[in-house]
Each structure stands twice: as structure tokens, then as C-alpha cells.
């Protein structure tokens, strides 16, 4: 099922949840973006985790946007939610 | 250390403590791969699903078995990143559902 909401992940490289979530949303979206923050580091990585705080104040992950809809978590029926509706 | 050997030394150590990995292999291993790589970055192994500092005194709660194991296998039957389960989890007793972050925003 193809989207044409943006989605954005913020990861972790470690993070198996994180990798499934990858996984899943592959080839879902024209315009897809992760970002695996713990590869980050100095004023980027500063930048994307205050992104991160604005939408999941615990700065857990995955936190992943889809279109407006904010998923914190590998929650696939949410995700499948977010996507389809 | 490589991954047999560390899957081998927690298996026994934490199933003596009623804490059981899941049977799921890929994503034991995998978590156990993060657990490694973390331990190569930062010099501790830092919980593989959540970001750690660098900073060891900082990470205290998050090294693995990280502090907040011990309330969420009690709570939902799994830690944070399901690396370790109850037997009742890993049994299908329990309900396998998504365990939410325990600890305050850094």
C-alpha cells in the first residue's frame, strides 16, 4: 500500500524495533527519510533531537511521522492507520 | 567478545534470574549485536533502543539490564526492547504488546 504522505523515522542504528519500522515502511512513500540520530553527532545531531522532543517529549525511538500523525514506537497497526487513512 | 559467546554468558546468568530471551533469534541477536556495538562506541553496553550519551554516569539507568527491566517484565511481561521476557511472554501466556518508554525525556 503506497502513500503519498510524507514519512520521516528517527532511529537508532542498534534498535531492532527501529529496523522493522524501516523495513515496513520501505517503498511506502515518494518521500520517505530516516535518520539514524545516534550516527549523528555536534549541532546536527542537537537539531534533529530537538525535531524529536517537539513531537515525543521522551525522545524515544522509532518516532516516526507519517503525514501529521505521529507514531512513537514500532506500533504496526498504527503505522498501517496512518498510512491507509 | 563476539555475539555466541555473549548470547551464551547472559542466556544462563539472566535465566537464573527469571529473565529469558525470546526465542525469536534474529532479533535477539540483533539486540545483542547493538548491545556489542554500543560497547565498542561508548565503552559500556548502552541499551541498543535507546540513545545514549557517551557520558557512562549519564547512562547509568540505561545499561544493560538497564534499571527500568525489572517494572516493565513485571508490567507487560518484556523489557523496553524486548531483549529480555518473563517465561509467562515467552510461553504466550502473556500478551505480547508494545512496551512503552518507562523513563523521562533527556
Not at chain 1, 532511529?11 to 519500522?21: D, E, G, I, M, Q
Not at chain 1, 513531537?55 to 514500532?74: A, E, M
Not at chain 2, 544493560?64 to 516493565?72: F, G, L, S
Not at chain 2, 510461553?91 to 505480547?96: I, P, S
Amino acid at each position: 500500500m503506497a502513500s503519498e504522505k510524507t514519512i520521516r523515522i528517527y532511529a537508532l542504528s542498534t534498535c531492532f524495533h527501529c529496523k522493522k519500522a524501516k523495513r515496513m515502511l520501505e517503498g511506502r512513500s515518494p518521500s520517505r527519510t530516516v535518520i539514524d540520530v545516534d550516527l549523528l553527532d555536534g549541532e546536527q545531531k542537537e537539531c534533529v533531537l530537538a525535531e524529536v522532543r517537539k513531537v515525543n517529549p521522551r525522545v524515544s525511538f522509532p518516532t516516526i511521522l507519517i503525514g501529521d500523525t505521529v507514531i512513537v514506537g514500532f506500533r504496526e497497526e498504527e503505522i498501517v492507520r496512518a498510512l491507509g487513512s | 567478545m563476539d555475539i555466541e559467546t555473549l548470547y551464551q554468558t547472559l542466556r544462563k546468568s539472566q535465566e537464573e534470574k527469571g529473565y529469558h530471551f525470546t526465542g525469536d533469534e534474529e532479533s535477539t541477536r540483533e539486540l545483542l549485536q547493538g548491545l556489542l556495538t554500543n560497547k565498542k562506541r561508548y565503552g559500556y553496553m548502552s541499551c541498543p533502543c535507546r540513545l545514549a550519551t557517551g557520558n557512562r554516569e549519564r547512562d547509568r539507568d540505561i545499561l544493560c539490564p538497564c534499571a527500568y527491566r525489572e517494572e516493565d517484565v513485571k508490567e507487560y511481561g518484556s523489557c523496553y526492547c524486548n531483549l529480555y521476557v518473563s517465561k509467562a511472554w515467552r510461553e504466550g501466556k502473556v500478551a505480547h504488546q508494545y512496551v512503552p518508554e518507562r523513563r523521562r525525556g533527556q
